[in-house]
């Protein structure tokens, strides 16, 4: 019998301790949070709230649904180890032009620094995009993409929301099954969304630090959504091939 590979037992354990955080109830910070951002949500016209949806749905759905240049055909062959190494250098060149073109809307001023929502937005999607297909999956399946807009909100919410959003991944034999763009939240995703970057990109508008702002800001957000993503998908690598892998695949952990 082989040995255990290293680097599998070390993304078992870092799997094992993510899945903790991100069933971890909300703590008291997070509760009032939360109040906090539903107060400030409940004061802007529901005619805003339906434009920001909308907008938003409209522009995330024109990536991962009507785009056919971001597909990339599935990685066949790979260890896990050898995945992930091409996985963190898409993330590495990702992050580093998402933070050249937030110093550069930052730097602009107030009009470009607006127009770094959409551009950031399509970098999110497209690092999405690729490391899907080199974990081996055909992201020109609607489950696929389903599974992306999951994965991009799970980075970028509240921890209620993320508890949530992590259990149909966790799954998503069965969430995938009955999924649909109709179907999908899109005003919690806006809400949440929002609500995550406002006090990360608010500052990037201001005159002489918004490049500054702008170019961090964008790094880690990057950084955060290739992190969540990678985690993700181990999360399908040991339980859909068990087999394959020395350690048993982690289950979804219990409340």
Request: no cysteine; proline share 5%; net charge positive.
């Amino acid at each position: 019998m082989l040995s255990p590979d290293p680097h599998d037992q070390q993304a078992h354990a870092d799997l094992r301790a993510w899945q903790q955080r991100m069933q971890q109830k909300p703590t008291l910070l997070n509760r009032f949070t939360r109040q906090l951002q539903a107060r400030l949500n409940a004061l802007l016209p529901e005619k805003l709230h339906r434009a920001l949806t909308a907008t938003i749905q409209k522009m995330v759905e024109g990536v991962l649904f009507g785009s056919q240049h971001t597909t990339r055909q599935p990685v066949q062959d790979g260890t896990l180890a050898e995945r992930e190494a091409r996985v963190r250098a898409r993330i590495r060149n990702y992050r580093n032009a998402a933070a050249v073109e937030g110093g550069a809307t930052g730097a602009a001023g107030f009009l470009l620094g607006l127009a770094d929502f959409p551009l950031l937005l399509g970098i999110k999607l497209k690092l999405l995009f690729d490391i899907a297909a080199l974990y081996g999956h055909d992201v020109r399946q609607l489950s696929e993409r389903l599974y992306l807009l999951h994965i991009f909100q799970l980075a970028f919410s509240s921890q209620h929301t993320r508890r949530e959003t992590y259990r149909q991944l966790a799954d998503w034999p069965s969430t995938g099954a009955t999924a649909t763009a109709e179907t999908f939240d899109w005003r919690q995703f806006q809400q949440e969304y929002r609500d995550y970057i406002d006090l990360a990109k608010m500052a990037q508008l201001l005159p002489v630090v918004g490049a500054a702002v702008g170019a961090v800001a964008n790094y880690r957000l990057l950084a955060q959504l290739g992190e969540t993503a990678i985690m993700a998908y181990r999360l399908r690598w040991f339980a859909e091939a068990p087999e394959s892998h020395p350690t048993a695949p982690p289950a979804a952990l219990s409340e």
